[in-house]
């Protein structure tokens, strides 16, 4: 199951999190994000208990899309400790997501 990050809960939720953090930036408007939605959940289902797999929405959180310079949507960044290991961009397969895990 996929956690809803927003500006307010994203320190405590990526950055501060035991395991590591798979972070999909998205938007309501965007196809490609719907479309690549149901695979994130896949990853989420298949990974969990080992990696944590979280959504922001940037149009609400854009202080957190500024800050990962979030220019292309779906984009998704895998934290680890804190810091960005793994960044994709546009839609991508469930091997493709595998990867950067």
């Known amino acids: ?3 809803i990050v927003n ?7 990526v950055l501060k999190a035991e395991t590591p953090v798979l ?5 309501t408007w965007c196809g490609p994000c719907r479309m690549l939605a149901p695979t994130v959940s896949a990853i989420a289902e298949k990974y969990a208990g080992k990696v944590k797999v979280c959504k922001v929405d940037i149009d609400e959180n854009v202080p957190l ?7 292309v ?3 998704l960044i895998l934290f680890k400790n804190g ?3 793994a960044r994709k961009i546009g839609l991508m397969t469930a091997n493709e997501i595998e990867s950067m895990l």
Not at 23 to 27: C, I
């Open 1 to 3: 199951m996929e956690v």
């Open 23 to 27: 972070v999909d930036f998205w938007a």
């Open 7 to 13: 500006v307010n809960n994203f320190e405590n939720e």
């Open 83 to 85: 810091e960005e290991k």
């Open 65 to 71: 899309a500024e800050k990962y310079g979030i220019e």
């Open 73 to 75: 949507i779906p984009t």
